[in-house]
């Protein structure tokens, strides 16, 4: 399914202004803005944070790179030019879980 169609099966993320992930730490490692260019990725991460208890591990990135469809491979083809791909493609393999903050518009 290509990503603008999987958009559309994805809960609204209208409510929100931004999401946070943030390591074991407590640090806030990235800041995803509902803004265009960026508001496709805040429906993923929202929508894999429903599905895996407010967190991503490397469960939640697979399932991720499933939802950003043909975009997956082109971050695979040109590492830098979709970001918040790399990061999930990073968390394959990695015992790493991000937990995602839910920022409200």
């Known amino acids: ?62 399932a991720g790179l499933l939802l950003y469809g043909e975009h997956t491979e082109d971050a695979r083809q040109r590492p830098g030019a979709h970001p918040n791909i790399d990061r999930l493609l990073a968390l394959l393999g990695s015992t790493q879980v991000l937990q995602v903050r839910l920022i409200s518009a």
């Open 1 to 62: 399914m290509a990503f603008a169609d999987t958009l559309k099966t994805l809960p609204s993320v209208a409510h929100l202004a931004a999401l946070h992930l943030i390591d074991a730490e407590g640090h806030t490692v990235a800041v995803i803005e509902n803004r265009p260019g960026q508001a496709g990725s805040v429906a993923v991460y929202h929508a894999l944070s429903q599905r895996h208890g407010g967190c991503i591990d490397a469960a939640a990135a697979a």
